[in-house]
């Protein structure tokens, strides 16, 4: 299983921590992530600036920590985080990445290159991990497949995510899951 790194913070630093994902989450439906100021986030959390940076270094980890977060709940959600590999667990995969951002592009406001980008390395990373955890008990190396499929899986779901017709998400995946699934397969 992942490793869930909020599982062990004392309650009141988990109290604080959501209070600030919560305005943040809150401040992205209602504006640019670039327009977005640390005071912003203080403001609506009503801590002080002090407090903030207790607990993020800047905006840009707040946004890393807070994709983190939603993507990893996404993943539990789908209990993707404590299986091994299987087909059905890939189209799962793919399905939980494209979902993931589509709802991301659809509920914050004007979705800047910056801010996509970041979202685009935290989820990646993510999504690298899951695979090389699912993929751990090969006989041979599998950095170089979990990669391709990485960055299939997030190009597929990006592509899907920035469609002005959107297709069924269901019949989309169907016919994306062969391009990636080939090259796992031999992994497994």
């Known amino acids: 299983m992942l490793p869930n790194p909020d599982e062990k913070l004392d309650p009141r630093v988990r109290r604080t921590r959501g209070l600030i994902l919560q305005s943040f989450e809150s401040l992205l439906a209602e504006k640019n992530f670039e327009a977005i100021s640390v005071q912003d986030v203080t403001a609506k959390a009503q ?4 407090t903030f940076y207790a607990h993020f270094q800047d905006k840009y980890s707040l946004l890393d920590h ?9 993943i539990e959600k789908r209990t993707l985080n404590v299986c091994s590999y299987s087909a059905d667990n890939l189209r799962n995969l793919i399905l ?5 951002l589509s709802r991301l592009h659809t509920d914050c406001a004007q979705p800047h290159q910056q801010f996509e980008s970041l979202v685009e390395t935290t989820i990646k990373k993510q999504v690298f991990d ?17 990669t391709v499929a990485t960055w299939a899986i997030y190009g597929l779901a990006s592509h899907y995510s920035h469609m002005k017709k959107r297709p069924v998400l269901e019949k989309f995946v169907d016919e994306a899951f062969p391009l990636v699934a080939v090259n796992l397969e031999q992994f497994a």
């Open 130 to 146: 899951l695979l090389s955890y699912w993929l751990r008990k090969s006989k041979v190396p599998t950095e170089i497949p979990a």
């Open 47 to 50: 801590i002080n600036r002090a």
């Open 66 to 74: 807070s994709i983190n977060k939603m993507f990893m709940q996404e």
């Open 96 to 100: 939980a990445v494209c979902d993931f």
